[in-house]
């Protein structure tokens, strides 16, 4: 990813904080744009130099908290900082099923890109292409926990995180070709 000037991060900072400040003040299911601009204080067109939608804004913000998932599917999680995450959903988890049922799809590709960010910075061999292992490991990691929100089977985040870290790490090995 390239560099990005200071004041587009500046300004990309204040929309993402923005957004994410309206999802845990407000009860509403859809936070519009208008929303977003009056919180960060910027103008409609600037958002829209942007971000094509709000959806766009969430599927951003939701790479901070996906980061430590995205680590643990490429096989090199942290449980500590996945069960925070876990917690954090589930202390959400409201918003993460409304999430979920609304744009599943787009979380699975945006959680499939970080992984394969992850994986082509190590370098990783693999015995499939890139973006079909991504995807492979993305829906592993998601899976349970999507199932996990939807109340499907009792678990503690500690428990899930140290499944979805042990199985990363599984399934990023098998990935790779044979010694």
Request: hydrophobic share 60%; proline share 4%; glycine share 0%.
């Given at each position: 990813m390239a560099k990005l000037?200071?004041?587009?991060?500046r300004?990309?900072?204040a929309l993402v904080a923005a957004f994410n400040h309206l999802m845990l003040v407000r009860r509403q299911r859809h936070i519009k744009v208008d929303d977003i601009v009056a919180e960060a204080d910027v103008g409609r067109s600037t958002f829209y130099e942007h971000f094509a939608s709000a959806d766009a804004l969430m599927l951003q913000a939701m790479r901070t908290p996906?980061?430590?998932l995205a680590d643990a599917a490429a096989g090199a999680g942290d449980l500590a900082r996945v069960t925070w995450v876990l917690e954090h959903f589930w202390e959400n988890r409201q918003r993460a099923r409304e999430l979920l049922g609304r744009m599943d799809a787009q979380v699975v590709r945006v959680l499939a890109e970080?992984?394969?960010e992850r994986?082509?910075?190590r370098g990783a061999a693999l015995t499939i292409p890139l973006p079909i292992a991504a995807r492979q490991l993305a829906d592993a990691a998601l899976g349970p926990v999507r199932s996990w929100l939807?109340?499907?089977a009792p678990c503690t985040p500690a428990?899930?995180?140290e499944?979805?870290?042990r199985a990363g790490t599984a399934l990023t090995s098998a990935l790779q070709p044979a010694e």
């Open positions: 000037d200071r004041r587009v991060a300004t990309r900072s996906m980061a430590p970080m992984v394969a994986l082509e910075a939807m109340a499907e428990v899930l995180a499944a979805i870290c």
